[in-house]
């Protein structure tokens, strides 16, 4: 069954210091993978997908296949990185629906 | 381009009531996605379309919950009747199968409370 796990519901972190929001999934096959962002009154939008193996706003995210995991990372934390981020997986199969995880809510402490 | 559209953005409603909430995707997209957003629950796929077409209604909670997609610019999704656990956000989403990553574009949501 596909299944994207976020263990943290929320996760503070001073200002300047690492981030890392962890996701783990559950896919029998290779997934397509993104992260999803949601500021503060603003609308849910794509952060940044696997397969693009981009930085967006200083957030990298590697998939590893061997720990079914694709954890979103920032080597030092700003004040407007508070969000919720979801992790959201995708099947190959062209009808198949995206799964979102429950979501971390991140909180930058100054 | 406005994004997808939705409307109304707050709904406040006494049980029992029908509640019919709206979206308009982007124009040129072929996928149609409904989300409900709870704390308890995070975001929840209930339906999606292709082409107009139901895909996979399997998020849909129970039979009060209906959607429709008359075309491809208009979407509806009605709760009737509706109960205070219906309270939550609603998102609606759309993509364009065109593309390879089937990257989703949300809508504002509509919050929903059930009194």
């Known amino acids: 069954a596909q299944r994207v796990t976020q263990p943290e519901k929320l996760l503070s972190v001073f200002k300047g210091a690492p981030v890392e929001l962890k996701c783990n999934y559950s896919?029998?096959?290779?997934?397509?993978l993104f992260w999803y962002v949601q500021y503060s009154r603003q609308r849910l939008q794509l952060l940044l997908r696997?397969?693009s193996r981009e930085s967006i706003k200083g957030f990298t995210a590697d998939l590893n296949k061997g720990e079914t995991s694709f954890h979103l990372k920032k080597p030092f934390a700003q004040e407007e990185d508070s969000a919720m981020y979801y992790c959201?997986?995708?099947?190959?199969?062209?009808?198949?629906?995206?799964?979102f995880g429950k979501g971390t809510r991140l909180h930058i402490l100054p | 381009d406005a994004g997808v559209i939705q409307s109304p953005r707050h709904e406040v409603t006494e049980m029992g009531q029908e509640v019919t909430l709206r979206c308009k995707p982007i124009?040129?997209?072929?996928?149609l996605f409904w989300y409900r957003q709870t704390m308890m629950r995070g975001l929840e796929l209930l339906i999606y379309?292709?082409?107009?077409?139901?895909?996979?209604d399997s998020g849909m909670p129970e039979d009060r919950f209906s959607a429709k997609m008359p075309n491809a610019s208009f979407s509806t999704l009605k709760i009737q009747p509706s109960e205070p656990r219906d309270s939550a956000v609603y998102f609606c989403?759309?993509?364009?199968?065109?593309?390879?990553?089937?990257?989703?574009?949300f809508g504002p949501g509509t919050r929903l409370t059930v009194t």
């Open positions: 989403a759309s993509s364009s199968g065109l593309t390879s990553s089937y990257e989703q574009y």
């Open positions: 896919y029998s096959g290779s997934p397509e």
């Open positions: 696997h397969i």
């Open positions: 959201a997986l995708r099947g190959m199969n062209r009808d198949d629906k995206i799964i």
């Open positions: 124009s040129g997209h072929d996928y």
């Open positions: 379309f292709n082409n107009n077409v139901p895909i996979d």
